[in-house]
């Protein structure tokens, strides 16, 4: 089983071509209701592609606490970790830019997710566990995650972590540098992307995020995974390689949820050359399948609108299947 811990939020998507309202001629996007959170997309993303997925979390007895639930279980996702709460539920609107890249503005004031505590234990059946996102940055349910992840790492699971940085939630930008090194030895797998390695390297760093990479692999991690957009991934590895794929061409709608089916398409792709172990040992070739693989899957969920990872079928006429 591979465990998924982290936020589950209702993502405020524009619904179409905007319209002017307004005697300010201001652009106000009609907004549609869509599933989201990083961690949640990961989870949904992995139990579509075949992994027996459980979601570790805390939702809101609310509506769209319900919805989340209801759609974690549609797709075969073990709910059995998710904590429940009168709490609402966390929204984050998002602005798609013209190229298709997706920015946010969230509302996270008591809500739900935020009050997540750490499990007793986890599933015997465990064998990774991956976190991110905005629960690693919002008190008092970060320091539950971080606790959590500490202690899969001490059980000698697979640890998987994907910042995916919200600047405009972290209050202090070098103290939240500071705990993620601090994260880093307790790591298995480090994937981000590149302006995510620029903005946690600092203004030192900017600019370089094979350098920063290079830095954090020595820290702990046995290997780290850079997106590049359209230019595909790169992986370093703590055995000393360094390989890039490119990425799969498709016409973008948004690329709401791409990074998130990367980290599952990867766990995913690891599992099945069995290297979900604290200590895999993988050569080129296999990082060139996982990372191809990765790219494809991707590739679909840009290519409609929202986080829609796909399922395995959708990828079966894929080489790299």
């Known amino acids: ?43 949904v993303a992995l139990a579509r592609l075949g992994s027996r997925t459980a979601f570790c979390s805390r939702l809101s007895t609310d509506h769209f606490g319900r919805a989340l639930l209801s759609g974690l ?18 929204l984050a609107v998002a602005h798609v830019g013209d190229g298709g890249s997706a920015e946010y503005s969230f509302h996270v004031g008591g809500t739900a997710d935020r009050l997540f505590t750490t499990p007793d234990s ?27 992840m500490r202690r899969a790492s001490g059980r000698g699971l697979f640890t998987a972590l994907d910042p995916n940085v919200r600047p405009g939630l972290i209050p202090d930008a070098d103290t939240y540098r500071a705990r993620f090194r601090s994260w880093l030895p307790h790591v298995t797998l480090l994937k981000l992307s590149e302006e995510d ?19 954090w692999l020595a820290a702990g991690p046995y290997a780290v995974v850079l997106t590049r957009g359209g230019a595909g991934l790169t992986v370093l590895t703590r ?6 794929v490119p990425g799969e061409r498709v016409r973008v709608v948004d690329t709401i949820g791409a990074g998130d089916t990367v980290n599952a398409a990867l766990m995913h ?53």
């Not at 991956?130 to 959590?148: K, N």
């Not at 390695?197 to 830095?215: F, I, N, Q, T, Y």
């Not at 899957?297 to 299947?321: D, F, K, N």
Request: aromatic content about 4%.
């Open 1 to 43: 089983m591979i465990i998924v811990a982290g936020e589950a939020l209702i993502d405020l998507v524009p619904a179409g071509p905007r319209e002017e309202d307004g005697p300010t001629g201001d652009e106000l996007p009609a907004l549609l209701p869509k599933r989201g959170g990083g961690p949640y997309n990961t989870a």
């Open 73 to 90: 279980t549609a797709d075969g996702v073990d709910t059995s970790l998710v904590q429940r709460g009168p709490e609402p539920t966390t």
């Open 122 to 148: 986890l599933p015997d059946a465990a064998r990774a566990v991956s976190f991110g996102t905005c629960s690693l940055v919002l008190e008092p349910g970060a320091s539950a995650y971080e606790d959590l």
């Open 197 to 215: 390695a620029a903005w946690l390297a600092g203004p030192e760093g900017e600019g370089d995020p094979v350098s920063a990479a290079a830095e």
């Open 239 to 244: 055995d000393g390689l360094e390989l890039s």
């Open 269 to 321: 792709r690891l599992d099945s050359h069995g290297a979900l172990t604290a200590a895999p040992a993988l050569g080129a070739e296999e990082w060139r399948d996982i990372l191809a693989f990765a790219a494809r899957a991707a590739a679909v969920t840009c290519s409609r609108a929202g986080a829609q990872p796909p399922y395995a079928t959708e990828l079966a006429s894929s080489p790299v299947v």
